[in-house]
C-alpha cells in the first residue's frame, strides 16, 4: 500500500469519521485503485490494534464473497469487523451460521412469518405510521421535533414488538439495548438507560435487575458477548417461556411451536432450543430494530439534502416505492459485514489467505460508478436499483419485506401530512465503523391541508 493509500484506509477505519459521515470519497479512490485492498487494523480509541483485513469495494465481488459461504464464512470468524471476545458464543447466532446449521433456522423462521401474519403486521404498521405523525402533528399549523427520536424510533419498536410478542410497555427496552451493541464505539449510547421498569412487565423488572452498569474505569462490559447483555437474554428467556406456555399469533410464538426434520447442532428433535431462541431474539431485538431505525431518519436526510427529489415525490406519491429503495442506497445503514476466508483463495487477482478476514463495503458497492449511473445522486426515479442494503446469498435480510412496508408508510403519511419539511439544526450521527447511525435528527414542519 503506498503512502497515498494510507490516510484513506485510516478514514475508512476508524469510527470517529463516521461522526461527519462515511468518507466516501476515500472509498472511491480505494475503489477505482481495484476491488479489494488490504486495511491495517491500527489501536483507535481504547480498542486494541487487530491482525488486518481484506476490504472488498466493488459490487460484483461483495456479491461473490456473499453468495460463496463455503470459502468465505459467516461462522469461523462470525461476522463482526474486530475478533469476537466470545466467539464460542456468537457462532451460535443464525447471523453468524453457514449452511446447513444457518438453511435449518432461516427455514424455520421464514415459515413463522406466515401469509396472515405478514398481513397483520403490515396493517399494524400501517397504524402505527399514521399514529406517529398524527402523534408529531398534535393539530398544529407548525412544529418542531427530533424525527430521529420522537418518530422514527418508535415505528420498528412497535413492529419488532409485534413480531417477537414482546408487551408494548416493553418496547423501549429494545431501544436500550441496540444502543448499547451497536452504539457500543459511542460513549453516547453505550451505556443506554432510557427504560427505567416502572411502567413495564414483571419481565422487564425482572431483566432489568441484571442490566449491568459501567466498571471502575467508567466502561460497560463488552456488549457483543452473552456476558454483557445479561439483560436482554434473561428476558428472551422469560419471553420464550411464556411462550411456550400460552402461545399467541406472534411469529415467534408460531416459531417456537415448529418442529423440523433436522435437529441441526443447537436444536432438539427439530425444534428450537431455548439458546437459539434468544440468540433469535438479539438478532431481531437489536439488528432488526437498528437498521431501520436510522434508515428512516437517513432517507429523510437525504430528501431534505435534495429539495427537488423531495418536490418531486411530493408531486408524485407514486414513486415512493422506488424513492425509498434510493434512500437505502444512497445512506446504506449498515455499511459493513465480516466474513472469513476458510481456504487460500483469489479475488479479482489478490491472493487471500485461509484464516483472513474478508470484509464486504455495502457502502462502497452501493455507489459502484460501474453499477450506477452517477452513484452521488440522489434519484428517487433511479432504476434500475440492485443495492446491496440488504445483503445478498444466503444472508440476505429476513425483514426486508417488513422494512421497506414500513418505509413507505411512514414516508408516505409525512408527506401527506406536511406542507413543508426542513432541518431544524444538524443531524448528529453515531460514532459507528459498522452501523450509519442517526442519534439526533431535528427537523421543522408546516402541516398540509
Same mark, same amino acid.
Given at each position: 500500500?503506498?503512502?497515498?493509500?494510507?490516510?484513506?484506509?485510516?478514514?475508512?477505519?476508524?469510527?470517529?469519521?463516521?461522526?461527519?459521515?462515511?468518507?466516501?470519497?476515500?472509498?472511491?479512490?480505494?475503489?477505482?485503485?481495484?476491488?479489494?485492498?488490504?486495511?491495517?487494523?491500527?489501536?483507535?480509541?481504547?480498542?486494541?490494534?487487530?491482525?488486518?483485513?481484506?476490504?472488498?469495494?466493488?459490487?460484483?465481488?461483495?456479491?461473490?464473497?456473499?453468495?460463496?459461504?463455503?470459502?468465505?464464512?459467516?461462522?469461523?470468524?462470525?461476522?463482526?469487523?474486530?475478533?469476537?471476545?466470545?466467539?464460542?458464543?456468537?457462532?451460535?447466532?443464525?447471523?453468524?451460521?453457514?449452511?446447513?446449521?444457518?438453511?435449518?433456522?432461516?427455514?424455520?423462521?421464514?415459515?413463522?412469518?406466515?401469509?396472515?401474519?405478514?398481513?397483520?403486521?403490515?396493517?399494524?404498521?400501517?397504524?402505527?405510521?399514521?399514529? &406517529?405523525?398524527?402523534?408529531?402533528?398534535?393539530? #398544529? $399549523? =407548525?412544529? !418542531?421535533?427530533?424525527?430521529?427520536? %420522537? /418518530?422514527?424510533?418508535? *415505528?420498528?419498536?412497535?413492529?419488532?414488538?409485534?413480531?417477537?410478542?414482546?408487551?408494548?410497555?416493553?418496547?423501549?427496552?429494545?431501544?436500550?439495548?441496540?444502543?448499547?451493541?451497536?452504539?457500543?464505539?459511542?460513549?453516547?449510547?453505550?451505556?443506554?438507560?432510557?427504560?427505567?421498569?416502572?411502567?413495564?412487565?414483571?419481565?422487564?423488572?425482572?431483566?432489568?435487575?441484571?442490566?449491568?452498569?459501567?466498571?471502575?474505569?467508567?466502561?460497560?462490559?463488552?456488549?457483543?458477548?452473552?456476558?454483557?447483555?445479561?439483560? &436482554?437474554?434473561?428476558?428472551?428467556?422469560?419471553? #420464550? $417461556? =411464556?411462550? !411456550?406456555?400460552?402461545?399467541?399469533? %406472534? /411469529?415467534?410464538?408460531? *416459531?417456537?411451536?415448529?418442529?423440523?426434520?433436522?435437529?441441526?447442532?443447537?436444536?432438539?428433535?427439530?425444534?428450537?432450543?431455548?439458546?437459539?431462541f434468544e440468540n433469535m431474539f438479539w438478532l431481531f431485538a437489536?439488528?432488526?430494530?437498528?437498521?431501520?431505525?436510522?434508515?428512516?431518519?437517513?432517507?429523510?436526510?437525504?430528501?431534505?439534502?435534495?429539495?427537488?427529489?423531495?418536490?418531486?415525490?411530493?408531486?408524485?406519491?407514486?414513486?415512493?416505492?422506488?424513492?425509498?429503495?434510493?434512500?437505502?442506497?444512497?445512506?446504506?445503514?449498515?455499511?459493513?459485514?465480516?466474513?472469513?476466508?476458510?481456504?487460500?483463495?483469489?479475488?479479482?487477482?489478490?491472493?487471500?489467505?485461509?484464516?483472513?478476514?474478508?470484509?464486504?463495503?455495502?457502502?462502497?458497492?452501493?455507489?459502484?460508478?460501474?453499477?450506477?449511473?452517477?452513484?452521488?445522486?440522489?434519484?428517487?426515479?433511479?432504476?434500475?436499483?440492485?443495492?446491496?442494503?440488504?445483503?445478498?446469498?444466503?444472508?440476505?435480510?429476513?425483514?426486508?419485506?417488513?422494512?421497506?412496508?414500513?418505509?413507505?408508510?411512514?414516508?408516505?403519511?409525512?408527506?401527506?401530512?406536511?406542507?413543508?419539511?426542513?432541518?431544524?439544526?444538524?443531524?448528529?450521527?453515531?460514532?459507528?465503523?459498522?452501523?450509519?447511525?442517526?442519534?439526533?435528527?431535528?427537523?421543522?414542519?408546516?402541516?398540509?391541508e
Amino acid at each position: 500500500m503506498s503512502d497515498v493509500d494510507a490516510p484513506d484506509v485510516r478514514a475508512v477505519v476508524d469510527p470517529a469519521t463516521y461522526q461527519q459521515g462515511p468518507p466516501l470519497e476515500a472509498l472511491r479512490r480505494l475503489r477505482s485503485a481495484g476491488a479489494v485492498t488490504w486495511v491495517d487494523e491500527p489501536a483507535l480509541h481504547d480498542q486494541a490494534a487487530g491482525p488486518g483485513f481484506w476490504l472488498v469495494l466493488r459490487h460484483a465481488e461483495v456479491e461473490r464473497v456473499l453468495r460463496d459461504p463455503a470459502t468465505f464464512s459467516s461462522w469461523l470468524g462470525a461476522t463482526q469487523v474486530r475478533d469476537a471476545a466470545d466467539l464460542a458464543w456468537v457462532r451460535r447466532m443464525m447471523l453468524n451460521m453457514d449452511p446447513p446449521d444457518h438453511s435449518r433456522l432461516r427455514r424455520l423462521l421464514s415459515r413463522s412469518f406466515t401469509p396472515r401474519a405478514v398481513a397483520e403486521l403490515t396493517a399494524g404498521i400501517e397504524a402505527t405510521a399514521a399514529r &406517529l405523525v398524527d402523534r408529531m402533528i398534535d393539530g #398544529a $399549523e =407548525e412544529g !418542531r421535533c427530533d424525527f430521529a427520536k %420522537d /418518530v422514527a424510533a418508535e *415505528l420498528p419498536l412497535i413492529s419488532l414488538a409485534d413480531v417477537l410478542g414482546v408487551p408494548p410497555e416493553d418496547r423501549w427496552l429494545m431501544f436500550d439495548w441496540s444502543n448499547r451493541v451497536i452504539g457500543w464505539q459511542d460513549p453516547d449510547y453505550a451505556s443506554s438507560a432510557a427504560f427505567d421498569g416502572t411502567t413495564g412487565t414483571a419481565m422487564a423488572r425482572e431483566a432489568l435487575a441484571l442490566r449491568p452498569s459501567p466498571g471502575a474505569d467508567g466502561r460497560m462490559p463488552d456488549p457483543r458477548t452473552r456476558a454483557g447483555m445479561p439483560d &436482554l437474554y434473561a428476558y428472551a428467556r422469560l419471553l #420464550a $417461556e =411464556e411462550k !411456550r406456555r400460552a402461545p399467541g399469533d %406472534d /411469529v415467534m410464538s408460531i *416459531l417456537l411451536a415448529q418442529e423440523d426434520g433436522d435437529g441441526g447442532r443447537g436444536g432438539s428433535a427439530g425444534r428450537v432450543s431455548d439458546a437459539e431462541f434468544e440468540n433469535m431474539f438479539w438478532l431481531f431485538a437489536v439488528a432488526g430494530n437498528e437498521t431501520l431505525r436510522n434508515g428512516l431518519p437517513g432517507g429523510l436526510i437525504a430528501l431534505l439534502q435534495h429539495p427537488e427529489q423531495l418536490g418531486a415525490l411530493r408531486a408524485d406519491p407514486s414513486l415512493l416505492p422506488g424513492a425509498v429503495e434510493e434512500m437505502l442506497r444512497w445512506w446504506t445503514p449498515v455499511m459493513v459485514f465480516r466474513r472469513t476466508a476458510t481456504t487460500d483463495a483469489e479475488l479479482d487477482g489478490v491472493r487471500m489467505r485461509a484464516g483472513d478476514k474478508v470484509v464486504v463495503s455495502f457502502t462502497s458497492a452501493n455507489r459502484d460508478e460501474g453499477v450506477f449511473d452517477d452513484p452521488d445522486r440522489f434519484d428517487v426515479r433511479r432504476a434500475p436499483n440492485p443495492h446491496l442494503s440488504f445483503g445478498h446469498g444466503p444472508h440476505f435480510c429476513l425483514g426486508a419485506q417488513l422494512a421497506r412496508v414500513q418505509m413507505r408508510a411512514l414516508f408516505g403519511e409525512l408527506l401527506r401530512r406536511t406542507a413543508v419539511v426542513g432541518f431544524d439544526g444538524p443531524p448528529a450521527l453515531l460514532r459507528s465503523n459498522f452501523q450509519r447511525g442517526v442519534k439526533r435528527l431535528p427537523i421543522r414542519w408546516v402541516a398540509g391541508e
